[in-house]
């Protein structure tokens, strides 16, 4: 075979709580969150030596080179390709991560399980700071809460219809320089707490309004202290004033609503999953 290729969603995290580990197969996030149309392709084929090329520039990727470690010592060049923003929220760490490994694992032949590509994915996040959750959320596909502790894969679906979402990019927020912080990890959790409980509620409906999701959305991005950029408040505040409910995509400074804004871009929420493709 001279190359494989996969695909995986982006995801956008509403809330999210810290599970800390000293194992990074068990260190992961509770919360919620969804799946969008666009993601990542990445196509894997041999090479004389490693490279990562994203959006047709070779680049640094600790966390997908990890992941081709992970699974062979073979020398392997990955091609990611995404529409999506990079550092802005979407997971797309997580998307390059996961498809990288689903491609790998077809490319060599490894005839390993999606689940055990998805930890060997997750994993890679974890180690290399770049998420926590995605690659769960990934791996499923859909509105998600995640609200056990132990297993990074562990996700229930929300009954939440598949319909359009508008967001706005203004700025990143690297996720890392979060994680790194014990002060802001404490506040986080502190208000996913306070959410989490509203949060298992919404399972216990036959159908979910997607704008109750983005409410308790609203109220971690304040209690948390990440909600501050100036841009994406004022955005916030236009959905509200028009009767729509809009949050802060995290981690990354932008907002989503399922109402159109100033300057927002039209996606889907899906409940597409990470797959291989043709």
Known sequence: MDSARAFAPGNISCVFKVVAHDDPARMHSLGMGFTVKEGVTVTVSPATAAAVVFNGESMQFPT???????????????????????STGFGLSGASALATAYAVNELLDLALTEEALAMSAHIAEVENLTGLGDVCAQFHGGCLAKLHVGNPLSAVSLPVAEQPIYYRFFGPIHTDEVLRSAEQKNRINQAAEAV??????????????????????????????????????????????????ASMIMLGNAVFSTTAFTGATETRLTRQRGRLLP
């Open 64 to 86: 997908v080179v990890q992941v081709v470690e992970m699974l062979t010592p073979a020398s392997l060049a990955v091609d990611i390709s995404t529409p999506l923003p990079l």
């Open 196 to 245: 989490l409980g509203k949060i298992e509620a919404l399972l216990e409906q036959a159908s979910v309004d997607f704008d109750a999701c983005i409410r308790l959305s609203k109220k971690f991005a304040v209690d948390s202290g990440l909600l501050r950029d100036e841009r994406v408040q004022q955005s916030i505040a236009e959905v509200e004033d028009g009767g729509g409910s």
